[in-house]
């Protein structure tokens, strides 16, 4: 069984900055993406960002230019890195890895709240 386990989260004033950090047990080789969800409660996940293992990223229209999401992959970890946070930007954010085999693992998330 694969296991994530994300760390990083917390309480930031607007226009601060996280970086959530996202260790997986699955090997780097066996990975075909890896990405980070956003959820508020009662709504659906969100995706914010992902990284595929080309190394080709994508993002969310709401955090480009503002979050980055990068990969180390002696590590077996991927990042996101968020700047000039937003109130709007609150959220658990749960990381993804699907495997080269389709194979679909979450972890258990992490509050990130923005609020002065």
């Known amino acids: 069984q694969v296991q994530l386990v994300e760390s990083g989260g917390g309480l930031v004033q607007p226009g601060g900055s996280l970086r959530l950090s996202c260790a997986t047990s699955?090997?780097?080789?066996?990975?075909?993406?890896m990405g980070w969800y956003r959820q508020v409660l009662g709504n659906q996940r969100d995706l914010v960002a992902g990284i595929h293992s080309s190394g080709a990223t994508h993002y969310a229209d709401s955090v480009k230019g503002r979050f980055t999401i990068s990969r180390d992959n002696a590590e077996n970890t991927v990042y996101l890195q968020m700047n000039s946070l937003k109130p709007e930007d609150t959220a658990v954010y749960l990381c993804n890895v699907i495997t080269k085999f389709a194979q679909t693992y979450w972890g258990q998330g992490t509050q990130v709240t923005v609020s002065s």
């Open positions: 699955a090997s780097i080789f066996d990975i075909a993406h």
